[in-house]
């Protein structure tokens, strides 16, 4: 069973940045998919970016390609999502997952196993 625990949300200014985390117990991370996705209220579960583990391949949304960026420290299990010039539309509650196997994909259905979600807000 793996378990995915979020930190680092809060609340930020326009422009400003936060960078979250999601620790992994249970499983190291070595051939899976990391995935982070958001949900703002009253929408659906949107795609944020991907790594692979193998070969650290990452994917963005094209609407925070170039400001978000996902790493992970090996030696701790852990793959953070860094957010960079932020906007209030990027507040939402931000999730991590993973998809055993050789998945790629955006879509949360593909992802097996869901940390609880961390909030960011982002003030105008």
């Known amino acids: 069973q793996v378990q995915l625990v979020e930190s680092g949300g809060g609340l930020v200014q326009a422009g400003g940045s936060l960078r979250l985390s999601c620790a992994a117990s249970?499983?190291?991370?070595?051939?899976?998919?990391v995935g982070w996705f958001r949900q703002a209220p009253g929408k659906e579960r949107e795609f944020v970016g991907l790594?692979?583990?193998?070969?650290?391949?990452?994917y963005y949304s094209d609407s925070v390609k170039g400001r978000f960026t996902i790493s992970r420290d090996i030696a701790k299990n852990t793959v953070y999502l860094q957010m960079n010039s932020l906007k209030p539309e990027d507040t939402a509650v931000y999730y991590c997952?993973?998809?055993?196997?050789?998945?790629?994909?955006?879509?949360?259905?593909?992802?097996?196993?869901w940390g609880q979600g961390t909030q960011v807000t982002v003030s105008s």
């Open positions: 249970g499983r190291t991370f070595s051939s899976e998919t």
């Open positions: 997952s993973v998809a055993i196997g050789k998945i790629v994909s955006t879509l949360p259905r593909r992802y097996d196993y």
């Open positions: 790594m692979r583990c193998t070969g650290n391949y990452t």
